[in-house]
């Protein structure tokens, strides 16, 4: 596998007329890290650094929106950051609410679907409506698919998957004979989608962090020590033009 290691110091220059609309990845996932960084790096409290995050996911959409991305999955809270200071996590819980009131009519103005992965009914109630009011109010567009990966955590996901699998086969809904690969990712959050071809990591940490350990078996990854504030449309189109450099072999030759 390769991997490559972009390290930015300014924004980079990318014109549209040098971006192939070849080769662009269906499905990009982001983990979106570095907001508390950021803000430290400026004296100010963790949650300006989640504030001026939010506005970037607007931008980024938009730029997935353009660049014909049909699937973008944001890892916008896991099931380990309830650790977090109390402040903290309940500033988290408020965002999608206050994203979604300023920038909804702007999704639904470009066709944007939102969706959720995660364990939706764990969220605080306030976050839940907020989340399912834009759910509902965009199920019928056709364009990007916003997934938000929320209260998300992979081995949380597989672990339930393997639960509800069982269950089926004791019930005898299911055949232990049928089961594979395609069978057991129908048991996941991100069931009926495609795995994500690229995986982007910000603010230079290069792990997964418990984020689609099974689906990304076989994504292309691209790291960058940009924190996530200060990710822009022509760093997520350098990644895109990356990946549209590599080969993808599945293991063969």
């Known amino acids: 596998m390769s991997f490559k290691f972009p390290f930015f110091k300014n924004k980079q220059n990318i014109k549209d007329d040098h971006f192939a609309s070849d080769n662009i990845p269906n499905h990009v996932a982001i983990i979106m890290d570095g907001n508390g960084r950021w803000a430290k790096k400026r004296g100010l409290p963790r949650i300006a650094g ?3 995050g939010m506005d970037v996911v607007k931008k980024i959409v938009r730029a997935a929106s353009k660049c014909n ?9 896991s099931t380990e950051n309830w650790k977090r ?3 903290e996590v309940e500033y988290l819980m408020k965002l999608p609410k206050e994203f979604l009131h300023i920038y909804l009519p702007e999704m639904m103005e470009n066709n944007v679907r939102i969706e959720t992965i ?9 976050t839940r409506k907020a989340v399912q009011y834009a759910k509902d109010q965009t199920k019928g567009n056709d ?4 997934n938000f ?22 019930s005898s809904e299911l055949s232990m004979d049928t089961v594979d690969e395609n069978t057991f990712s129908e048991y996941l959050y991100t069931k009926g989608l495609s ?6 990591r910000t603010s230079g940490e290069q792990r997964l962090s418990n984020f689609l350990l099974w689906q990304v078996a076989y994504s292309e990854f691209w790291f960058t020590d940009v924190l996530w504030p200060d990710f822009s449309e022509e760093i997520f189109k350098t990644a895109l033009q990356d990946y549209q450099q590599r080969k993808r072999r599945y293991g063969g030759i």
């Open 195 to 200: 795995d994500p071809d690229l995986l982007i």
């Open 85 to 87: 200071p109390k402040s």
């Open 50 to 52: 989640h504030k001026e």
């Open 69 to 77: 991305v049909k699937i973008l999955t944001l890892y916008a809270f």
């Open 149 to 170: 990966a929320l209260n998300y955590g992979s081995r949380f996901e597989i672990m339930r998957a393997v639960k509800q699998l069982m269950a089926d086969i004791d």
């Open 118 to 126: 995660g364990d939706f009914d764990a969220l605080p109630d306030h």
């Open 143 to 146: 364009g990007l698919l916003l």
